[in-house]
């Protein structure tokens, strides 16, 4: 499949390795073009026979089969409105978690709702969100793994098919993908991973953890 990825953070490199992995086609988006042509070329040595990735431009969004909207919020709430009609007929995946950064304490959303459920009212009609990717740690996506298991991706939407397709991205890229609901589960989705990210100096974990859910 085609996944295009506006972003070039950690999180746009964490998830692009992934789906290279899994041999699709990456497409990078980022306000600096020259920062993606740079991820695009150190990717590229990564790539798996049949996958392939370069730089675009805003006209890469439009025939991809995922678009992940690998940027923070609330700037992505933004984008997705800039671009409108562009994404209708690709899901659209939030990764995004509305966390206060400078105090790792609080969401920043309004109780009984989400970043994502706010991306999806911006959406285009035919662009169903999907929220995955929230709850892994961009250098845990790197390898894919955390203790030898292969990470979880935990998936909320309301779209049966787009969720679907972001389970088989994961799937391909050696992940494990879970549906865990509708897209309002995202709520929950964001403050387990507040709770997961506050975590991380009190146990000493480095940014380095994954939540697994094991049977």
Do not use: C
């Not at 964490?14 to 789906?19: K, N, P, S």
């Not at 997705?80 to 966390?99: E, H, I, K, R």
């Amino acid at each position: 499949m085609i996944v295009t990825l506006i972003g070039t953070g950690a999180m746009a490199r964490g998830i692009a390795t992934r789906a290279l992995a899994g041999g699709h086609t990456v497409r990078l988006i980022g306000t600096d073009h020259r920062k993606a042509e740079d991820l695009a070329d150190q990717l590229r040595a990564h790539a798996t026979s049949g996958a392939a990735v370069h730089a675009s431009d805003a006209i890469g969004v439009e025939d991809a089969d995922v678009v992940v909207l690998a940027l923070p919020y609330p700037a992505v709430v933004d984008v997705v409105a800039d671009y409108g009609t562009a994404l209708a007929g690709s899901v659209l995946v939030d990764v995004s978690n509305p966390v206060d950064l400078a105090t790792l304490d609080t969401l920043t959303v309004p109780p009984g709702t989400s970043a994502a459920e706010r991306i999806a009212a911006e959406a285009a009609p035919g662009a169903p969100v999907v929220k995955a990717f929230n709850t892994t740690f961009a250098s845990t996506l790197l390898t894919g793994q955390v203790a030898g298991q292969a990470l979880d991706v935990l998936i909320a939407g309301d779209a049966a098919d787009a969720k679907m397709t972001v389970a088989e991205l994961a799937a391909s890229g050696g992940l494990r993908p879970l549906d865990v609901g509708p897209l309002r589960r995202a709520r929950e989705l964001e403050a387990f991973q507040l709770l997961h990210m506050a975590a991380q100096d009190r146990l000493g974990l480095n940014w380095s953890s994954a939540i697994k859910i094991l049977s």
